[in-house]
């Protein structure tokens, strides 16, 4: 318990420093609050029982040398798009003593390892995306009332419906469930009736977001986890994923219909991962399938590679992803940068 206070301790103090770089440039909107899987887990994880933990090297190798639970060598997803925002990283929830979450006004990161978007897709303990809301709703009701600038309900509304709410998950719906033998439960649904399945049930868990006062919203699901270093670029296995990248677009812009004066952007890291196959060394990789990491050490020339580990991405690609998500590519449509200027 001693040791954890202290790596705590020593996170904050990696926060702090991100804080103060960032403190002078432009904030384009108030808050970033995340919520998903091992994508952008920013060590929640780190507090539960499970083996999915990324709090040990070689993970953080590129984050000032600190395994602080991102699963991956440097910055996550999540904490690229806030540096884009001017915004300082959003610490985990459960890092945080309860004392202190009334403090974070910059944002809340809730994303958990070995999670999914339903509630039976987990390994070991996780933060389902059930109980991440959970936690939000807690965040909205009990903790940020508290702070001096939210005296006033219309000065939290102003300040939920500024800020951007980021959700990526859904992968592991597949890894850890539709795609596992062992699990009965969804095999008389076909590849596209699971899609539809997983995002309707997305966008149920994303209205009680929107009803807490959220209005502009990041959603990205699955990856081409066939492709990750165990899976050897199974196809089969993409194929079966697919449908559920190809109606993403199509389901956010539903959202934005039926939730009033909402915002959504779809983040595709499937099309993200296609576009890098086409053309790795147009984009700096040597290597696009091969994990990394190998017998447990990290490769010397990270900025090579895609893959980080088994299944989760490089700094180097995920550096690629969020600028083109940030500002003009198609791989986030809209683009970040126009959902934070957007008046709605
Ligand atoms: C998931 O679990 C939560 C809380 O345990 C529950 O409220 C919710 O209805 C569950 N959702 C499904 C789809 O089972
Ligand atoms: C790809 O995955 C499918 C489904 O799990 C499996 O049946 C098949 O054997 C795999 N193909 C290869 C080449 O590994």
Request: hydrophobic share 35%; charged share 20%.
């Amino acid at each position: 318990m001693k040791s954890f206070k202290v790596f705590w301790a020593f996170s904050f103090i990696v926060y702090h420093a991100f804080f103060v770089k960032v403190d002078g440039a432009k904030r384009l909107v108030p808050a970033l609050y995340v919520f998903g899987d091992s994508s952008v887990d920013a060590g929640n994880n780190n507090n539960l029982i499970t083996h999915a933990k990324a709090n040990v090297p070689p993970n953080g190798i590129d984050f000032n040398n600190r395994a602080t639970g991102r699963f991956t060598n440097g910055k996550t997803f999540a904490d690229l798009i806030a540096i884009k925002l001017g915004l300082p990283l959003q610490p985990p929830y459960l890092g945080i003593s309860k004392s202190e979450r009334y403090q974070e006004i910059n944002g809340i990161n809730y994303a958990s390892g070995a999670c999914g978007i339903l509630n039976d897709s987990r390994d070991g303990e996780c933060l389902s995306l059930d109980k991440q809301i959970e936690y939000f709703t807690s965040t909205v009701v009990n903790d940020l009332p508290k702070h001096k600038h939210f005296k006033s309900k219309d000065k939290l509304k102003h300040h939920l419906s500024k800020s951007i709410y980021l959700i990526s998950v859904g992968s592991n719906d597949y890894f850890l469930n539709y795609l596992k033998p062992e699990i009965r439960t969804y095999k008389n649904m076909n590849p596209e009736e699971f899609a539809d399945y997983l995002l309707d049930q997305l966008s149920s868990k994303i209205k009680t977001i929107y009803n807490l006062g959220a209005r502009k919203f990041v959603v990205g699901t699955v990856n081409q986890i066939g492709c990750s270093p165990n899976l050897y670029c199974n196809e089969t296995i993409n194929q079966m994923v697919k449908p559920c990248s190809d109606k993403l677009l199509m389901k956010v812009q539903e959202m934005e219909k039926k939730f009033s004066g909402s915002m959504f952007v779809s983040a595709n890291g499937f099309n993200f991962f296609n576009k890098i196959k086409n053309d790795p060394k147009k984009y700096g990789f040597i290597n696009i399938f091969k994990s990394c990491i190998q017998q447990g050490l990290p490769c010397t020339n990270r900025k090579d590679y895609y893959f980080w580990d088994f299944g989760h991405i490089t700094e180097a690609a995920l550096k690629i992803y969020a600028n083109e998500c940030f500002s003009g590519s198609k791989m986030c449509f809209p683009d970040v940068k126009k959902l934070a200027h957007t008046h709605l």
